[in-house]
């Protein structure tokens, strides 16, 4: 990848934006990929940041409603509600051999992209970040952190480093993962009964882990072992003392969607875990629950 280098950001939300701000900030050149209304204010405006980690500024983007030039990389950063949509703004011809990088919540969508672009540029990442989106171009980031583990099998080891390069220089902590698998269902074990429990009850993440410990422990034996299965390590008692560390007012993001009325990712997440489940017999009477639980309140 040259640098300074040229990427798109397919959908500039609370994750998207962050990134593409930062990335700009450090002299990348982007490209934002969005519905018109929102293409317009950020070309207008830029992305305001609200930031502890890295101050307040102001960064310029390019943006437009589809990528119609070549780009470095691609970062897909919609909700997984809206990823058959959002796709069709990045034309497999245009985007080439350059990296696509899903930062999604689940585990299934890697075999979508896969299907659409150069498998072997379908590079699946991993973002620990509460950042939000509060206006078309303004994001509210609030966690110390912004973690990203990078991974693709099949992607060449030096251009997922290339990228690796370029997101640290923009300021986030990037790890470069060995294992795809191993990764994705990582962030699955800890965001599923997270997810789950906090959208399920209402409640931020301090009162579910207190008043609903007995389902939080099963729930996170439960998702451990699906991912044992599926060939990814799981540490049951690091996801617990993980819940314990965060801030207790934490809530997840599929329990703001929730709240806000908007389409949850619970088939993507509490879906795809029973489906995994599933497929290797494992026994999930906790995860199941919730889930029914959860569509029969109409999400």
């Keep these: 990848m040259t640098h300074p280098s040229s990427v798109a950001v397919l959908g500039p939300g609370g994750t998207g934006g962050l990134l593409a701000a930062l990335l700009s900030r450090s002299g990348h050149h982007v490209i934002c990929l969005a519905q018109e209304a929102t293409a317009g204010v950020l070309r207008r405006t830029g992305i305001t940041v609200r930031s502890p980690q890295f101050g ?9 409603t589809a990528l119609r030039v070549p780009v470095d990389a691609c970062l897909v950063t919609v909700k997984h509600t809206a990823l058959d949509a959002a796709l069709t703004r990045v034309p497999p011809a245009v985007l080439g051999d350059a990296p696509i990088v899903p930062l999604l919540n689940g585990v299934e969508h890697p075999a979508a992209l896969r299907a659409r672009y150069r498998p072997d540029r379908v590079a699946p990442a991993v973002i620990r970040v509460e ?9 509210e980031h609030g966690s110390p952190f912004t973690e990203i583990d990078l991974a693709g099998n099949d992607v060449p080891r030096d251009r997922l480093e290339a990228l690796a390069a370029v997101l640290r220089q923009a300021g986030t902590t990037v790890r470069v993962a060995g294992d795809e698998t191993a990764a994705l269902w990582a ?10 429990l906090t959208t399920r009850y209402g409640v931020p993440l301090g009162t579910a882990r207190t008043r609903h410990r007995a389902e939080l422990e099963a729930l996170v034996a439960e998702t451990a ?3 044992r299965a599926c060939g990814a390590p ?18 997840s993001s599929m329990q703001r969607d929730a709240e806000a009325g908007r389409p949850l990712e619970l088939d993507a997440i509490g879906g795809a875990l029973l489906r995994a489940a599933e497929r290797h017999g494992v026994p999930v009477p906790v995860a199941r629950r919730l889930v029914r639980e959860l569509r029969a309140a109409g999400y």
């Design 131 to 139: 950042s939000t989106r509060v206006a078309p171009g303004v994001i």
């Design 56 to 64: 307040d500024f102001t960064a310029a983007v390019d943006a437009d």
């Design 234 to 251: 799981a540490d049951p008692d690091q996801a617990l003392a993980r819940y314990d560390a965060f801030p207790p007012a934490a809530r």
């Design 187 to 196: 962030k699955m074990a800890f965001l599923a009964p997270f997810a789950l």
């Design 225 to 227: 072992a699906v991912g």
